[in-house]
């Protein structure tokens, strides 16, 4: 399935990272407690580096 990498997919991935794993990984990632400050600061970071 194509999954479009866009703010609201990188904001779930992080703040629910168990609802959605992709295919083939384990539900490994912790949730890191970040603030809304901080949340969209590491995703405006991410979307900069493509
Ligand atoms: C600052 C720390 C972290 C950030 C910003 C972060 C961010 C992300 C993002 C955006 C995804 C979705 C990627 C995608 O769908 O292509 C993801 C997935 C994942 N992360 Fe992290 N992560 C962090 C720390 C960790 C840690 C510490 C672990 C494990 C020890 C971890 C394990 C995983 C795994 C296994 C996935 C794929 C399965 C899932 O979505 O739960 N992550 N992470």
Redesign the pocket.
């Known amino acids: 399935m194509e999954?479009t990498?866009d703010d609201s997919?990188?904001i779930r991935?992080?703040s629910e990272?168990?609802?959605?794993?992709?295919v083939g990984?384990?539900?490994?990632?912790?949730n890191?407690s970040?603030s809304d400050v901080e949340q969209k600061a590491?995703?405006q970071w991410?979307m900069g580096l493509k």
């Open positions: 999954v990498i997919y990188l991935a992080i990272p168990l609802a959605e794993a992709p990984y384990p539900p490994a990632m912790p890191l970040l590491l995703v991410i």
